[in-house]
Each structure stands twice: as C-alpha cells, then as structure tokens.
C-alpha cells in the first residue's frame, strides 16, 4: 500500500508531497482508496462533505466502529501525517481476517477531506462540515490564494458543493471513531514506547493579519516618507516567538503574501497568518491578545493599517475517558508496560467530530520529532506495531 501511494503527489525537488483538496493528487488518492477497499470487499461511500467511507457490515445498523484520517498534506508534508492511520486501517482490517476475528459490529475505513487545510486556509473542513462546526455558506466563502473558490474546485472536481452540510444522521450511527496518527512530537520516543494513547488536543487557530501600507518606489523614497508594511509584520513575527516562549505555548508565522511583490517595490499590503496553541484557553488567549496587541502598536509607528480575523479556531477537546480507558485496557492485555498517554498540539479530525460521537487517538513513535515535513518518520517495526495495537482496539471494540 506505501508503494502505491507513495507516487500520489510527491514534488520530486523537495520529496515532500503536495496534495491539496480538489486538485488532482487529491482525486489519485481517492482512487488509491476506492481500490484498496474495492480488494477487500468493501462498500464504497462519499458523503456530502467529500468524506470518503468502506464499510464492512450494514452502515445503517448503528454502533459501528470508524478508523481511518485524511491523506491530503501540506505544502511539501510528509509521507505519514494522515496517510499512516489510513493504510494501519486496512492493514488492520488484514489482520483481523487473518487472526480469523468475526465482527459483531460493522466496521468503517475512512479518509475525511481536506484536513490540512493547505488550500482554503481552514483545517478538518470535511469533518467540520459533517458536524456542523462550519457552515454551508462559510465553505462556500474560502477561497484559495489563487482565487478558486472551494465551490468551484468542487464541481471540476465532480462533486456537488450545494449538498455541502451537517450530517447528524451519519454520525449518530458511529459507536466509536478510533484515529491512528504519527506523532508529531517526541513524547513517545522519550519514553521508547512505539505507540501511544492521546490525552487531548489543544486548543489551536489561525488568524490572518493584513498590513496595509503604501506601495512606492524602493529606490527613490526616503525612508521617512515610507509606509512599508514589511517592518510591523518583522515585528510582529518577533513578538509572536517573545509571546509564546513566556506563556510556555506555541506561536508561528509560517504563511506570507506581498502585494505587489516586487523587488524594487514598498509593498502595499503583507498578508501574514498566524498558528498559535496553547495548552489551555487562557494561555492561548493571553498569547494572540499580546500578538495583536504588539502588531498594532508596531502599525501605528509605521503609519500602517492593520485587519486582524480569526479564521479559524478549534477549543481544547479532552477526549472522553470512557473510550481511552477502554482503549487503555484493550492494549493492556497485551503489552508489559503502561501505556503512555500524552497530548497533542496538532489537530485532528477525531478532535473536530469528539463534540459529535465518542473518539480517541493512537500514536505512532516519531523518532525524530519532525512533521509537516519531508524529514517525518516513522520505523517500520513501531508502523507494525501501530497496526497490531490498533487491530486489538478494533476486535475489542466491534465484537463486543
């Protein structure tokens, strides 16, 4: 399955990958699944919101047990980010037939859309829709840095963006949603434990920050005359590392766009996204308000004007107890040590649907603790070992 998919949207100068939503890696990998579930006999599904859905078992009985995540990336992401709790599903799945296990539940693959959000600018856009945390009209209005709307890339894609909504009916028929994941720490490489419970997700979001100065001509304007919207955003990326090093949370700049982008050009208008999470609300509040507050000050002195929206934002979600205990036991019979349990900075998108039916997330050691980048790793025996465990989850789960 990795040789199959490992081709889908590679960029062979980075060797990173780029498969972005609604683009054509985007429709290989969807193929890439319809094939693999289409081997094993089972049924093909994509909901309203372009999730992607194999279902072993009637979907309509109710109680069933969902695994899967997402197979888009970010701009030059790594190989394992997503795509590893997709193919540990049907590895899985391999492995129970083998282990001759009879599901008394039924059993579903997934792969939700867009997770990444690389190309509208809004993470878990496919399972925000289903439960309801992004609206119809909201999704209508992204727009990707080109200018294609998210309802035009639907439809060259052959998909239907007025069908776009909730879909309480669907997730009133899930018992448990498991995600396997690749760390993206190295919480679990601290403790030599190839796989991992997780405790929560933190509280995270994206905010755009607009620069508006004056374009002019780099040569021949004096620098007291200048309104160059580049020095307040220096500062502000400045501002954003003194920040979170302070509150003890995270605070990145890692998009920018300069209008109009010339060399010789005092641009008119930096466009710059924030990433910020903290462990806490609190913490995560305290972080942006400085951010912003340090943002305008440095605007003011450079006779800028600046827009700061939040695009997006996700709260903390503790996953529910009852179902990591469960999990806790399951895979407690058969290993020698406690199983660590740790948080995670990334979002997910059993963090977006845990509002909406009982979910939980398995780690995979990351033994260098990079992600979102080519470098990601993973070791095949703790991938294994990632499979196993989530294999053991789901026969305690579905024949229960």
Known sequence: MWDDLARIGREASTGGYRRYAWTGADTDCRAW???????????NETDRNGNLWAWLGDPEAGDAVVTGSHL?????????DGPLGVVSAFAALDELRARGTRLTKPLAITAFGDEEGARFGVACVGSRLSAGQLTREQAHALRATDGTTLPQAMEAAGYDPDAIGPDPERLGRIGALVELHVEQGRALDLTNAPVGLASAVWPHGRWRFDFHGEANHAGTTRIEDRRDPMLPYAETVLAARREAELAGALATFGKVLVQPGGVNAIPSLVSAWLDSRAADPSSLDTVVGAVES????????????LDVVRESFTPLVEFGHALRDELARILGRTSNAPLPVIPSGAGHDAGILSASVPTAMLFVRNPTGISHSPAESATEDDCVAGVRALADVLEGLACA
């Open 33 to 43: 699944f319809r094939e693999q579930a289409e081997s094993r006999g089972l049924r």
């Open 294 to 305: 340090a943002a305008r000050d440095a605007a003011t002195r450079s006779g800028v004007e």
């Open 72 to 80: 888009d990336s970010v701009p030059d992401g790594g190989a394992f």
